[in-house]
Each structure stands twice: as structure tokens, then as C-alpha cells.
């Protein structure tokens, strides 16, 4: 199994800067794919952005040019770095990553429903 451990949620006001970060712990022989998505009270969670292993990476319209997603394969870590936040980036922010872990039998399976417990993030003045 895949723990995935995000940090760095919080109150900004509007204009301000976060960075979230979610380390991925577990029997973890290698991961791929690391995203980040987001769900705002009474809407459907969806995608902010998401980064493959060599670094391709891939945001929603809604924040081109204001977040940078990063990785750091070698702590199996994923970061978000948010700029010029506004009231409408307020949501539960969760990470997801897609890992072959190796199971107790010695045997690797592939999962890519790995999700953190969530961060919130309130923009607010």
C-alpha cells in the first residue's frame, strides 16, 4: 500500500502564495504519475495538475500560469506551488499517484487510486 502525506494548506488572503507538498511512503518499488486535484463544497473533485515521472506536466485551464507542480523522485514527493491565489482556488486539495508497490507474497501490483487525506486551502480576505 501507498501513504500519501500532504502539507503546506492554509488561510491566504487573495493575491498570496502557498506550496503544498505530499510525500508518498509504503512498500513503493516506483511511482509514475503525481497529480494534484481539488474539490470545492458542493462540486465534483477535479484535476489541478499533474506531472509524470520525467517531468512532463499537465495543469488546468483555470490555473495556467499560476501554479508549478514539481516533483522529487528520490523522496517520492510532489509539490504544488500556488501563486496569485484568488477566492475561487478554496477547496480540499488531494495528491494522487499512480505506484507498483510489492506485495507481502513478493508479488508487484500497480495501483493508481493512491489518494491523500487532503489539505484545505481558503483564500480569503
Known amino acids: 500500500q501507498v501513504q500519501l502525506v500532504e502539507s503546506g494548506g492554509g488561510l491566504v488572503q487573495p493575491g498570496g502564495s502557498l506550496k503544498l507538498s505530499c510525500a508518498a511512503s509504503?512498500?513503493?518499488?516506483?511511482?509514475?504519475?503525481m497529480g494534484w486535484y481539488r474539490q470545492a463544497p458542493g462540486k465534483q473533485r477535479e484535476l489541478v495538475a499533474t506531472?509524470?515521472?520525467?517531468?512532463?506536466?499537465n495543469y488546468a485551464d483555470s490555473v495556467k500560469g499560476r501554479f508549478t507542480i514539481s516533483r522529487d523522485n528520490a523522496k517520492n514527493t510532489v509539490y504544488l506551488q500556488m501563486n496569485s491565489l484568488k477566492p475561487e482556488d478554496t477547496a480540499v486539495y488531494y495528491c494522487?499517484?499512480?505506484?507498483?508497490?510489492?506485495?507481502?507474497?513478493?508479488?508487484?501490483?500497480?495501483?493508481?487510486?493512491?489518494w491523500g487525506q487532503g489539505t484545505q486551502v481558503t483564500v480569503s480576505s
Open positions: 494522487n499517484c499512480g505506484a507498483t508497490t510489492r506485495q507481502a507474497t513478493g508479488a508487484l501490483l500497480y495501483n493508481n487510486a493512491n
Open positions: 509504503g512498500s513503493i518499488v516506483s511511482i509514475n504519475g
Open positions: 506531472i509524470t515521472r520525467s517531468g512532463t506536466t
